[in-house]
């Protein structure tokens, strides 16, 4: 192989390198512009941290005048306020002094305790009693309460006894001074089935404050969103019940004009229970029975414009089983998904918004592309998999061509001393567009018959 033909094959792969370089980096650049024109404000700030027996999560999107500190001390602070109003491990908290005192006549609180407490009441009426924040008592003997478990069934006795302290019916709440009133002395309160929903409204509202242009905040498992993402709405996941991972059943486009609500809640039994012989004992308690649940409705998720609302509703559809709960969502016009237990899998119920889900895949793809659910791919992603499938094409081709050069010992064709070059049965190159000698092989033939002659 001669100098020559090594130089012209090195020009060769440098050229189809830049080639390459070239179809890389283009679109390498466009995606960075595209990224570096991003709009002020379009990173998503996560904030973390624990409350109310739980941990939650806050993201944020715009108030770049607010630094990281700032809304992190807001976050925590607005959920100590709650925790002070409604935490029943607090012995100085609102709902403690209450629960303690056995005064029978009205009792100042605080307005959001007032409000919270009259919802829940609210609700109880409109169940008959399926949701109870008196139902406490009755929790711990069950051992489901915050003291230790110790998963053992209660005497009939023991149940007769704690139902005489528990019910809706005996505690009485007014606005108007904010009050709490309860019937009998023993009546304790739990507010643990909403609380965490009200949390989410009141961060929500916090954020609002700060000029924050969307958020999306969840306390365990309880969400609330408000405006987008800069590639779509906020979405949340649906857990498929009885799995130990996290497994999502469905991830809901949470939009910000939608008028059932940017709340959601999901209740189910299938994380919290304990099994004595061949019997399991559900930790949701029915305080109409003041037993266990012993329905097959595994999961049951609902949206409302407030997070307390889709918080409350989900506890108490949880309790009457899947016919009641239907019928109870229709009646007040909820958005349900309801999961249901059968032999071998789950059939799913809907109401409302959320009714695409259980119809079948083809209506719930519907709904997912008439709730935006496809986010749009960015510039860098729609480009990358063409830069690397360009990429490889030229790495192949000029791994070929190099192997041709340094193991066949020829010069690769090309055009008159490139491309198209083609060696005769004499010794000497013709281009085999126009099949005549190159000048430079002409007389390098002469000169050797010259020589020959000699």
Known sequence: MTIETTRRSIALAAFFYA???SAIALPLTVASNAFAQAPPGDEIRQFNGGTMGTSYM????????????????AIDAELRQVN??????????????????????????SKPFAEVVDYAQQVSKLTEGAFDVTVGPLVNAWSFGPTERTNTV?????????REIVGYEKLHVRLDPPSLKKDVAGLRIDLSSIAK????????DRLKSLDIESAFVEIGGEVRTFGKKPDGPWRVGIQLPDTNE?????????????????????SGDYRNFFTVGKKRYSHTIDPRTAKPIEHNLA?????????????????ALSVVGTDAALKLAQDNELNVLLAQRTEDSFALHGTGNLAAYAEGSEQSDQA???????PEKSLFQQVLPITILSFGVFSILLFAMAVGVIFGRKQISGSCGGLNAQTNPDGSTSCSLCSSPSDACKELREKMAQKDQV
């Open 19 to 21: 080639c390459a370089f």
């Open 246 to 266: 996290e497994t999502v059943m469905v991830a809901h486009a949470m939009n910000p004009g939608d008028d059932a609500g940017n709340s959601m809640a999901t």
């Open 58 to 73: 806050v993201k944020v999107l715009g108030g770049s005048e607010q630094d990281d500190q700032t809304l992190k001390l």
């Open 197 to 204: 929903g009200h949390g989410v409204d009141r961060v929500i």
């Open 84 to 109: 002070d109003e409604m935490s029943t491990y607090i012995k100085a908290s609102e709902i403690s002094q209450f629960n303690d005192s056995d005064s029978t006549d009205w009792i100042e609180v």
């Open 154 to 162: 209660p005497s009939d006795d023991e149940i007769t006894k704690l």
């Open 368 to 374: 997912d592309a008439d709730a935006g659910a496809a």
């Open 299 to 315: 999961s049951i998720t609902v949206i409302a414009p407030l997070c307390m609302q889709a918080d409350a509703w989900a506890t």
